[in-house]
């Protein structure tokens, strides 16, 4: 439930959440989990609340880090032009956020974390690579990682064009 003199409908505009699926602490529970373990390209680490709320205001969703802050610790309702943008930001569905559906996808979504950190990524080039003669794999391992780079630095500055 919203505090009566919450700072947040002035500055975040649209409607709270309300009347659906969506609890509070969970949702407090799974961005902070989306925040923690998928870092910030520019800087290595966790997503603050103040670098959030500016990236979210960069896409049209208006947020202070107060609000981001109060959001991430449950103690603000979401509204869902909030729960929207976060979803699509971080490339999850909105029942990421449903604790009535989501603990299946949350517990893939931490198995997936938990496989990019342990180098799957290198399983896999391992994988696409082993079909060449071994003295071309390092050419071809490089040659994928720099399109991958290529659509890495293309989404980035997509992301960086939208209003």
Do not use: C
Not at 95 to 102: K, M, T, V, W
Not at 118 to 126: F, K, P, Q, T, Y
């Amino acid at each position: 439930m919203r505090p009566p003199s919450d700072p947040s409908d002035a500055e975040s505009g649209g409607t709270p959440v309300t009347g659906s699926s969506i609890s509070v602490h969970v949702f407090a529970e799974r961005l902070t989990e989306l925040l923690s373990n998928q870092p910030d390209p520019e800087t290595g680490k966790p997503y603050s609340s103040e670098r959030m709320a500016a990236l979210l205001t960069a896409r049209g969703v208006r947020m202070s880090g107060t609000h981001m802050w109060h959001l991430r610790t449950g103690r603000a309702v979401p509204r869902l032009t909030e729960v929207v943008a976060f979803a699509e930001f971080f490339g999850v569905g909105l029942d990421f956020f449903d604790p009535a559906i989501a603990p299946e996808l949350l517990a893939q979504w931490r198995l997936a974390g938990q496989l990019r950190s342990h180098g799957v990524e290198e399983v896999a080039l391992r994988q696409l690579t082993d079909q060449f003669p071994e003295q071309d794999r390092p050419h071809v391992a490089d040659a994928i990682l720099g399109v991958l780079q290529g659509f890495k630095a293309l989404r980035a500055a997509d992301e960086r064009e939208r209003p």
